[in-house]
């Protein structure tokens, strides 16, 4: 769309944004395929994908921070990546650098401060904690119930195209268990 997202331009009114790495963007499936997709179809909800390959969860909370206040969703959902990612801002060529422990660019191979960073297991553990401390308390200030899917509760029953990716089959039952914490949430918050 022309805000640089998969899927429709945004609705006035959205119900669900959903924030994560290729797994919500949908890497390798049909956009119709994408959880974001078959939660919108299954809940009945205008639901946002704000998924980015190869982002890591520091992008997830930029993108919440920006986004949110706009937007102003009843939910949203955020499936976590891979703890060893990180996103580095450089405002010198205005752009945002993800880093993965495997990744080929210079940077991590000379870099002191990053070789040291991806050493360690509590730095990853930390970021993840800090990153979700703050969606939270960021969801809890604009009145937005929060959905936090860890990345490891994604069970592959199928694979995309790619190979590398969950499949439809899988994005589905992601969307089918992301309605049920929506349902849960739901219950939990007393009528107004």
Known sequence: NSHGFRG???PEKVNVVA????????SGILEEHTWPSQLAKIAGL???NLGHAG??????LRFADFYLPKLKPQYAVWLQTDSHRIELIDQSCDR???????SEDNLCKNDYFVKVWFSSFENHRLNLLKNTLAFEHLCQT??????????EQVIFNDVARDLRHPGPAS???LAGQIYDKI????ALVPDQ
């Open 8 to 10: 429709p331009e945004f």
């Open 19 to 26: 924030f994560g790495c290729s797994f919500t963007m949908g």
């Open 46 to 48: 205008s639901v946002l």
């Open 55 to 60: 982002s890591s969860n520091d992008t997830a």
């Open 96 to 102: 945002a650098v993800n880093l993965h422990h495997s």
């Open 142 to 151: 604009l009145n937005i119930i929060p959905i936090i899917i860890p990345r």
């Open 171 to 173: 994005n589905c039952k």
């Open 183 to 186: 349902n849960q949430r739901t």
